[in-house]
């Protein structure tokens, strides 16, 4: 709901010159009737003499670019975001038990629920990138993108409605995309963040990169190289 409501009046030109504005629209309106052919009564020159002063002074204030300006004034409540890792990383079961278990007792907790009855709340889901959250989450992206979505966010709110402050919840695997700190860093709202899952990182084998010869012969042995990354495995 809005409240004030006020209207300005500004000028292109400094206020001293309505002063000398005043003093040209006098001077020229006393030139104008000061001998009068034929002549005129008393009143009817006053009468004269006022109206064209006033025409006088409207046109120099019209040359001094005026400007009214009309301004709304009201309480707006930021809006609040809720992020949820959707990627297939929250489906892994860990020494800290079912991920999926986890972040679904979250999504029907009292403390969320007491959340949205207090602040406008979205809700967003994301992988590789953000998107509303319609239905329920089925963790099967196939990356983890959280400084890609948190400047999706960011740009989501950059106009309308302000975003006070943002909450992840995620697993921190972040293996897609922009660095989340620098895009954090970036954000002009807070971001809280509900860990999911054991902080140990579990085992991980990526394919970065693939390379082979574009024409190949039946029979005829070719070589390919691949670029691997793994944690967790020796050797």
């Known amino acids: 709901m809005f409240g004030t409501e006020t209207i300005d009046l500004f000028f292109g030109y400094s206020p001293a010159f309505w002063g000398v504005a005043a003093v040209i629209a006098a001077a020229f309106t006393l030139l104008a009737y000061r001998i009068t052919n034929p002549p005129i009564s008393g009143a009817k020159r006053f009468f004269l003499i006022l109206f064209r002063f006033i025409a006088f002074f409207v046109l120099i204030s019209m040359i001094m670019e005026p400007l009214l300006a009309w301004a709304k004034a009201g309480e707006v409540q930021p809006r609040l975001a809720i992020l949820w890792d959707n990627s297939s990383s929250l489906s892994l079961v860990d020494r800290s038990g079912d991920r999926k278990i986890a972040v679904r007792e979250i999504l029907d907790s009292q403390t969320i629920k007491d959340i949205r009855r207090e602040f406008p709340t979205d809700d967003f889901a994301f992988s590789d990138s953000l998107y509303p959250l319609a239905e329920k989450l089925t963790f099967d992206g196939e990356v983890t993108a959280i400084g890609r979505a948190i400047l999706q966010l ?82």
């Open 154 to 235: 960011r740009k989501r709110y950059s106009t309308g409605d302000p975003l006070g402050a943002a909450i992840i919840i995620t697993d921190g695997e972040a293996n897609y995309g922009e660095d989340p700190l620098g895009a954090a860093y970036r954000a002009e709202f807070p971001i809280h963040t509900i860990g999911i899952g054991d902080p140990t990182p579990p085992g991980d084998v990526i394919l970065r990169q693939i390379t082979a010869q574009k024409v190949a012969y039946v029979g005829q042995d070719f070589p390919i190289i691949a670029g691997i990354s793994a944690y967790g495995f020796g050797g």
